[in-house]
């Protein structure tokens, strides 16, 4: 299974934009890089995925490096609702499996 | 509105006692998951199921039994054989497509507490 790696926390200033990184230099040509957010005492809601192109939408913007190796999440103003555990994971696009792999994530940290 | 219901939101159980965490979805989804979180870390998985009456072990199934009787239904017992079952427990699905990824959807959790 791939793995990805992400920094344990992060702070940013509200109103700022914050760029979340992931590394994942094991990714195979199929791998999805999703990314996935909890609240405390929540489960994780959806962010935001991609596969080789640059996404947007109404949350989040994916900027995706082009060997693929690496991503960063990018929310582009931050707000005290953003605070939160992201997680950056693959997905097997081939199988079917559909299995998951979260890691430990990133706390971030909204300062007003 | 569609979604995963878990129940109970809370429970708390003696050692020795197998307990039975209900996951129920209205998505039509396939596919679905148990995750385990301890305090502070990240979600590792127990078993996932991709149709009914089947199922398959995650990382972490060991102490653990699921079963797949019904599409809308997966539940997960925690077993007295599981030495330390104190955690947030989160069930999931996804569509079962077979080129484009789904979004994983979660309910809201279920916290056991062994005393």
């Known amino acids: 299974d791939a793995k990805t790696t992400q920094p344990n926390s992060m702070e940013s200033n509200e109103e700022e934009p914050v760029h979340l990184p992931c590394n994942h230099s094991?990714?195979?040509?199929?791998?999805?890089i999703h990314w996935y957010r909890q609240l405390p005492s929540q489960g994780p809601e959806y962010v935001i995925h991609?596969?080789?192109s640059n996404v947007n939408n109404r949350m989040a913007s994916l900027a995706i490096a082009e060997d693929r190796k690496s991503s960063t999440l990018i929310l582009h103003r931050a707000t005290l609702r953003d605070a939160a555990v992201y997680y950056c994971?693959?997905?097997?696009?081939?199988?079917?499996?559909?299995?998951?792999?979260f890691g430990t994530g990133t706390r971030l940290k909204v300062l007003a | 509105d569609g979604g995963i219901t878990q129940s109970p939101k809370y429970l708390f159980r003696k050692e020795g006692q197998n307990v039975t965490l209900s996951c129920e979805q209205n998505?039509?989804?396939?596919?679905m998951y148990w995750y385990r979180q301890d305090p502070g870390q990240g979600l590792r998985l127990i078993y996932y199921?991709?149709?009914?009456?089947?199922?398959q072990k995650g990382d972490i199934a060991e102490g653990y039994s699921v079963s797949r009787e019904k599409k809308e239904s997966f539940p997960l017992t925690v077993t007295s054989a599981q030495k330390n079952p104190t955690a947030f427990y989160l069930c999931?699905?996804?569509?079962?497509?077979?080129?484009?990824?789904?979004?994983?959807?979660f309910g809201e959790g279920s916290r056991l507490t062994v005393l």
């Open positions: 991609g596969l080789t």
């Open positions: 994971i693959l997905r097997d696009g081939t199988s079917g499996t559909y299995k998951y792999i």
């Open positions: 999931a699905s996804t569509p079962r497509l077979s080129a484009a990824p789904g979004e994983l959807f």
């Open positions: 998505l039509n989804h396939d596919a």
């Open positions: 094991t990714i195979s040509g199929t791998d999805y």
């Open positions: 199921s991709q149709i009914v009456n089947d199922f």
